[in-house]
């Protein structure tokens, strides 16, 4: 099968070499790291310390150059989606799938037939202006909840922190054909990749954690076993996951653990720091509003009120904010 792998960071590049070790045909479409990659190759570290390097991978800056695959896995970060969108349809033939990796609620919720009495309702935070449901056809869309934690250590080496789950679904919940077979491909690089009927009710479990953990982990600068094992931030954590819970019963979802458990596991993983506090100490864009804002943008859609989640949600901005603004002083200063 030829695959696609838009996004060469940290799990696209987990997946990519993987893939590629098990037979597949990958290319990856990458923005810094293209030229990199196409002459040595992909290294990856797995958690046990096991070198893997796929020097049998293509990459390209271009998704036109790349032209169509049989599958795409669109592993860039959310608020990443939109500024693409207009040039996925190169990757795409009559038959490719579209596995969407993105963190948080992602465009395509109400879409599918599962959105309920809100079917077809638009998530802004999600997809600003529409962009990406402009582009990218939903009946072409398998769901996907990514688990790992995984840092890109330089531009040709991935690291593996913890887990190899990836949870696979169709939006109207079916186990279809191509679902299927996205699942044995993935099983058959040795990850685990259950099929569920209720990728959304996956999708809360996720973000369940990350809406809280993440940004109070770029706040505080701290890892996720430090924000469990610190009262104040365990209890705000907690705070904002009832909050959470409230808004996601409203829209049917039962949550299959408890929050207790939940935060048990964010334990476990111990002195990892999250995606958004990588974020911010490499100076990068926040995550924000498919982690955060979305959550709001619902609670308001279904009369819930999530104080604990606005408090966290204003200072992540205001941090943003300052963060845009230090880049653009280094960018003067470097001109």
Known sequence: MSIAIVGAGAIGGYLGVKLAEAGEDVTFIARSN????????????????????ARNVKATRSMQEAGPHDLVLLTVKAHQVGPIAADLHH??????????????????YFTGGHGGQYEGTQIETA?????????????????SV????????????VKVIEGNRFGLGELDGSKSERVLDISQRLTKAGFKAPVTSDIRAEI?????????FNPISALTHATLEDICRFPDTRALATEMMKEAEQIANTLGITFRVGIDRRIAGA?????????????VEAGRPIELEALVGSVIELGRLVGVATPHIDSVYALMRLLAQSLERANGRLAIASA
């Open 91 to 108: 990757l795409i033939g009559p038959e490719t799938s579209v596995v969407t990796m993105q963190n948080g609620i992602p465009w395509w």
């Open 267 to 279: 334990e476990k993983v111990g002195a990892h720091k999250t995606s958004m506090l990588q974020d």
């Open 204 to 212: 809360w479990l996720k973000l369940w954690g990350n809406l809280s």
């Open 34 to 53: 293209a030229e990199a990659i196409a002459r040595d190759g992909l290294k990856l570290i797995e958690e046990d310390g096991t070198e893997v390097h």
């Open 146 to 157: 990514v688990y790992p934690a995984a840092v890109l250590t330089d531009p040709g080496t």
């Open 127 to 143: 997809d600003p202006g529409g962009l990406i449901a402009q582009h990218l056809d939903p009946r072409r869309v398998v769901g």
